[in-house]
C-alpha cells in the first residue's frame, strides 16, 4: 500500500496531514547574512559567509541536501582554466567565453576562481579524482593528478578547461560543511518576499519573509545582508502541470521566485525579454533528453538503423564541439531520412567505443550527471549493457517541441563586481544573475558573493524592518488559505502560462504583447483574489504561481521595451523586423519604482577590463581556503 | 478475487506510481521523504511503513528517492509506461525495452 488511493481504499479516510498546521505562528531569526535559496550557488555562498565569520542563515524551498536548479549530481566541471592541467590563460578563457549578451563578471570569476572552489569541495569530501584508479586508460585521465579531463570544448586536448567529476557527492557535502560551520538552515521555507528598510521598494534589503511549506508557519529573516540565491524560472509556459513535472531537465521548484521578489523590491534586471525554445523534457521529449539534455550521447557515436555513421559531432576528442551542431544538423539529416539515406531509429553506438570509454561514459559520466544516475541504474539492472548494446535515439521520432512551449531565457539580477545588485544590502550568485552559466559559475560565484556579502554586513548599520511590509506580506501569503473554493492553482498556472504562449512566444508585437499584458493584470485583479489552497504544500505551489505573474509580466515589460528583432537574443518583433541594429546592441535594464516601469540601456561589455576590473576588487582574495 | 466495494473518486491524477516501494524491505525511514525536493511523499502514518505518495503529478522524475535510499531493494523506480525507452543488442539486432 504506497499510492493515496490506496489509503483510502483500506482505512476508509484520507490520510490527516502529517505536519503539525500553523499559519498564524511565527518567528523572527537573525543574522549577518541571509542566503536565499539552498542550491548550489546558496551553500557556497552560506559556506564562504561563515568562513569570513558572519552568523549565516539559509533558507531553501526544498530541502538542502539534494536541491537545486539542476538537481542532484554534475558529471562536468567547466571552465576552470586554472587547473594544472589547463594549456589556456585562465583570463583570455574568460574573455573568450565572453561574447554579447553573456555575463563578463560571473565568467571572469569562474574562469579565476571555479578551479579552488573544485579543491575546496574536494576539502569537504566531495569526490574530484579517479583516486581509486576505476577508470585506466581513459582518454584525458592524467595520472599525477588523477583528474580526468573532459573532451568537451577540447579537440585533440588543445585546452583541458573541463574536468569530469562526481558531482553526485557534492550537494550532501555542502550540506554537511554548512552545518558544521553553524549556518541556520530552515529547509522547506519558501521566501515570497524581500524586506526593505522603512518597507520602502528601493531602499536598502534588510531581510526576507516567507513561510514553512509544510506547517504553514510564518518566518521572518533580518539580515545586514541578503543573497538572492534562487534559480531561474522553467515551468512558465507550461499549460498542464502534470506534464510539468516529469521528463524536465530542470527542477520543477523553479518558478521565478527570486525574479519576482527582487522585481518587487525595486531591484534592477536585465535581459528579461529572452525567451528560448523549450526543446527539453515536458512529456514532449523522451527520457534521456528531459533527464540528461545531449548527455547520453556525448561521446557516443550516433548510428542510423543500419549501422552507418551519422555526421553527428560526439563532443569526443576529434571533434570537440558543443551539443548545439546537433541541431543545425538535425534538418540535413532529416532530408536524409526522408531519401532513405539513413534508416530510423538512430542509436547511440557504446559497443563501438574502446572499453574504458564505455565505462567512462556510462557508469561514471552518466551516473554522475544529475537525473540521469537513475536512467542509468534502470537501464543497466533491465539488462542494457554497453559492452553489448546500442541505445535508442528518439531524435526525428518524437518530432520537434511546439514554439510556443518556451523557457525564460538569460534574464536575471544585474550585479557589480562585488556582485552586488542594485540595492544597498542585496547581492547575487548563480542562476539568479543575468546571462549565468553552469555548476562551476554557480559555485564560484555563490562563494564570491558570499565573502563580498559578509564583508559588507561587518561595516553595515544594524537593519530596521517595517512591520507594516511584513504584515502586508503576511497578508499576501495567507490569503489563499482563507478560501476553499475558487480557482486551484494548477488552473491558475495553465492560464498564465497560455497568455504567454498566446502573447510572448515565437510572434511578437507590441499590440500583441499588450495584450498578454492585459490579460495577466486581468488575471492578478480577477482570479487571484479566488485563488484557495487546502495545505501548506498548496499554499506553497499558489505563491508560485503569483511568482510566474510577476515574472510574467517583467518578460513582457521587456519585450515591450526593445523595439527590435536580435538574432543573438533569439528575440523576433514582427514590427521591428530589423534585426541587431547597432543602437539596439544593448542591454535593457529594467525595474520597478514606485509600481512604474523604469528601464534604461547599458551598453555591450558594460562592466569593462575583466582581469582589471577582477584584480582591483580581489586584492585580499585568499585561494584555497586553509583555515578550519 | 476478492470483491471491493465501489467508492465515488476523482480520476487519478497521472502517472501516479513514480516509484514502487517494496514493503518488506522498506524500514519506514522517510529519509526518501527528506530528500525529496518537491514533497512528492509523505511519512505513513503507521510507523516503519513505506511513505505515501501524495503529489506523484508533481514528480520530475530526479531519482534522489531511489539513489539515496538506504536500504537496497526497499524502492524501486517505475518510468511512465510512454517514458520506457529501447535498446538493442549490436550483435544480433534483437530489440529490447525496459519493462
Ligand atoms: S524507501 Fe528507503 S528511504 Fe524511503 S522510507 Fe523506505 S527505507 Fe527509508
Ligand atoms: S524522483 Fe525526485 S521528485 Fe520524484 S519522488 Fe523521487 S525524489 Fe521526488
Known sequence: ?628 | MTERKAVALPNLVTPNTPVIFNPDKCVGCNHCVEVCQIDVFIPNPEKGNPPIILHPDECWYCGCCVNDCPHPGAVKFNWPLQQRGYWRDKETGEVFRLK
Request: charged share 25%; with cysteine; glycine share 10%.
Open chain 1, 1 to 628: 500500500m504506497t499510492t493515496w488511493h490506496d489509503f483510502l481504499l483500506r482505512e476508509g479516510k484520507v490520510p490527516d496531514w502529517p505536519y503539525p498546521v500553523n499559519y498564524d505562528t511565527g518567528q523572527e531569526i537573525e543574522g549577518d547574512v541571509l542566503v536565499v535559496g539552498g542550491g548550489i550557488a546558496g551553500c557556497w555562498a552560506a559556506i564562504s559567509a561563515a568562513r569570513c565569520g558572519a552568523r549565516v542563515i539559509l533558507v531553501e524551498k526544498g530541502d538542502t541536501i539534494r536541491s537545486g536548479a539542476g538537481g542532484p549530481g554534475c558529471d562536468h566541471y567547466c571552465d576552470i582554466p586554472t587547473n594544472p592541467l589547463s594549456k589556456v590563460d585562465p583570463d583570455e578563457w574568460a574573455r573568450e567565453m565572453t561574447g554579447p549578451y553573456t555575463n563578463g563578471i560571473g565568467t571572469q570569476i569562474q574562469c579565476r576562481e571555479g578551479y579552488d572552489t573544485l579543491l575546496e569541495y574536494e576539502q569537504m569530501g566531495a569526490k574530484i579524482r579517479d583516486d581509486k584508479d576505476e577508470y585506466l586508460g581513459v582518454e584525458g585521465r592524467d595520472e599525477k593528478t588523477k583528474f580526468l579531463v573532459s573532451p568537451r570544448q577540447n579537440k585533440d586536448h588543445c585546452r583541458n578547461t573541463v574536468l569530469r567529476v562526481w558531482g553526485s557527492t557534492f550537494k550532501p557535502a555542502l550540506k554537511k560543511e554548512c552545518k558544521r560551520l553553524g549556518v541556520r538552515i530552515f529547509d522547506r521555507v519558501m521566501v515570497t518576499g524581500l524586506l526593505n528598510e522603512h518597507g520602502i521598494p528601493g531602499n536598502r534589503v534588510v531581510g526576507a519573509v516567507g513561510f514553512n511549506n509544510r506547517t504553514g508557519e510564518f518566518l521572518v529573516f533580518k539580515a545586514k545582508a541578503t543573497i538572492l540565491c534562487t534559480a531561474g524560472n522553467h515551468s512558465l509556459y507550461v499549460l498542464n502541470t502534470e506534464l510539468s513535472g516529469y521528463n524536465s531537465f530542470r527542477s520543477r521548484t523553479m518558478t521565478g521566485d527570486g525574479f519576482a521578489m527582487a522585481w518587487r523590491a525595486g531591484a534592477e534586471l536585465t535581459l528579461m525579454e529572452t525567451t528560448g525554445p523549450l526543446v527539453l523534457g515536458l512529456g514532449f521529449r523522451h527520457t534521456w533528453y528531459g533527464g540528461a539534455g545531449d548527455a547520453s550521447y556525448e561521446n557516443v557515436q550516433l548510428v542510423d538503423a543500419n549501422g552507418k555513421k551519422l555526421p553527428i559531432p560526439t563532443q569526443g576528442w576529434r571533434d570537440g564541439s558543443m551539443p548545439d551542431a546537433f541541431l543545425r544538423l538535425l534538418p540535413t539529416i532529416r532530408e536524409g531520412v526522408l531519401k532513405g539515406e539513413y534508416a530510423l531509429p538512430f542509436y547511440g553506438d557504446f559497443p563501438a567505443m574502446p572499453p574504458e570509454e564505455q565505462r567512462a561514459t556510462w557508469y561514471m559520466m552518466l551516473r554522475e550527471e544529475s537525473t540521469s544516475r537513475i536512467i542509468v541504474d534502470t537501464y543497466s539492472a533491465a539488462g542494457f549493457d554497453p559492452a553489448k548494446h546500442q541505445l535508442m535515439s528518439y531524435q526525428l521520432l518524437e518530432g520537434d517541441s511546439p514554439k510556443q512551449w518556451r523557457v525564460p531565457g538569460r534574464g536575471g539580477v544585474l550585479v557589480d563586481w562585488n556582485l552586488r545588485t542594485s540595492l544597498e544590502g542585496l547581492y547575487a550568485a548563480g542562476e539568479q544573475m543575468f546571462a549565468a552559466r553552469d555548476h562551476s559559475f554557480c559555485a564560484a560565484t555563490g562563494r564570491y558573493a558570499g565573502r563580498k556579502a559578509a564583508a559588507y554586513a561587518k561595516e553595515a548599520a544594524e537593519p530596521v524592518i517595517s512591520a507594516e511590509q511584513v504584515a502586508k506580506e503576511k497578508k499576501r501569503i495567507y490569503a489563499p488559505v482563507k478560501r476553499s473554493s475558487g480557482i486551484e492553482w494548477k488552473e491558475l498556472h495553465a492560464g498564465i502560462g497560455r497568455a504567454m504562449q498566446y502573447f510572448c512566444s515565437e510572434y511578437l508585437t507590441d499590440s500583441l504583447l499588450r495584450l498578454g499584458l492585459q490579460t495577466l493584470e486581468e488575471i492578478e485583479e480577477e482570479y487571484v483574489p479566488k485563488l484557495y489552497a487546502l495545505d501548506p504544500h498548496k499554499l506553497m505551489r499558489s505563491l508560485e504561481d503569483l511568482s510566474l505573474l510577476t515574472h510574467a509580466k517583467i518578460i513582457i515589460h521587456a519585450s515591450l521595451a526593445r523595439k527590435a528583432s536580435s538574432k543573438l537574443l533569439d528575440f523576433y518583433r514582427i514590427d521591428y523586423p530589423e534585426v541587431d541594429p547597432q543602437e539596439w546592441n544593448k542591454y535593457i535594464v529594467i525595474k520597478n519604482e514606485n509600481e512604474k516601469v523604469v528601464t534604461r540601456m547599458l551598453p555591450q561589455y558594460f562592466w569593462g577590463d575583466m582581469k582589471k576590473n577582477y584584480e582591483a576588487h580581489n586584492q585580499d582574495y585568499q585561494g584555497v581556503y586553509r583555515g578550519k
